[in-house]
């Protein structure tokens, strides 16, 4: 994908494709030069532990050498004492070197076509409101809802990919969907 920049800055080549097993290290390595030592005590990062992403729902973002510059994941939660169904994303993160080349609207882009396309209902998330305004997103399905753990509520945004998903939704969110097996489990099946 050849990506149009205006502003002067040169344009990317990268592709976005799903997430491979493959890829586990150098997402992790981005996500930790990205989002900093503190990611792991992130309140999402508490519903994602011990999770799998979405079926289908985990993208990355590869330069013309093939090397991994961005990723987005959605995760399956449940909302409140009803279990209303939602996705989850983040986090999004692009290398600094790509930053505002398009990379992490391509992949938000791919991201919510394929939950829509896989026929879920709406996209929550905590993040920057102005940067995910432009994707749809906006707190004004979120006033009932929480995160468990600390979080800026003016940055708890959704998107109803299905209108009137969330109407009438309220509580925490909660993980469902797939567990991960324990680091051991996968070590023990590797040897």
């Given amino acids: 994908m050849q990506n149009p920049v205006g502003s002067g800055v040169p344009a990317a080549d990268f592709v976005i494709a799903q997430e491979g097993a493959f890829d586990a290290a150098a997402r992790e ?3 930790d030069r990205v989002m900093g030592p503190g990611r792991k005590r992130k309140s999402s990062e508490k519903i994602r532990r011990g999770r799998l992403p979405a079926e289908g729902l985990a993208f990355v973002a590869r330069d013309g ?5 961005g990723t987005v994941r959605l995760w399956n939660v449940r909302i409140g004492a009803e279990g209303v169904p939602a996705l989850l994303l983040g986090p999004l993160a692009v290398e600094a070197a790509f930053a505002g080349q398009g990379v992490g609207a391509a992949l938000m ?3 919510i076509a394929e939950a829509a396309r896989l026929e879920h209902r709406a996209i929550l998330l905590v993040g920057d409101a102005p940067y995910y305004a432009r994707f749809g997103f906006s707190a004004l399905k979120t006033g009932c809802l929480a995160m468990p753990g600390p979080y800026e509520r003016e940055r708890f945004l ?3 990919l299905v209108e009137g998903a969330l109407d009438g939704a309220t509580g925490t969110l909660k993980a469902s969907g797939r567990r991960a097996l324990p680091a051991r489990s996968l ?3 590797a040897a």
């Fill in 187 to 189: 070590r023990r099946m």
């Fill in 65 to 69: 050498e093939q090397r991994l510059i």
């Fill in 29 to 31: 390595a981005l996500l």
């Fill in 158 to 160: 959704a998107l109803e």
């Fill in 109 to 111: 882009r791919e991201a």
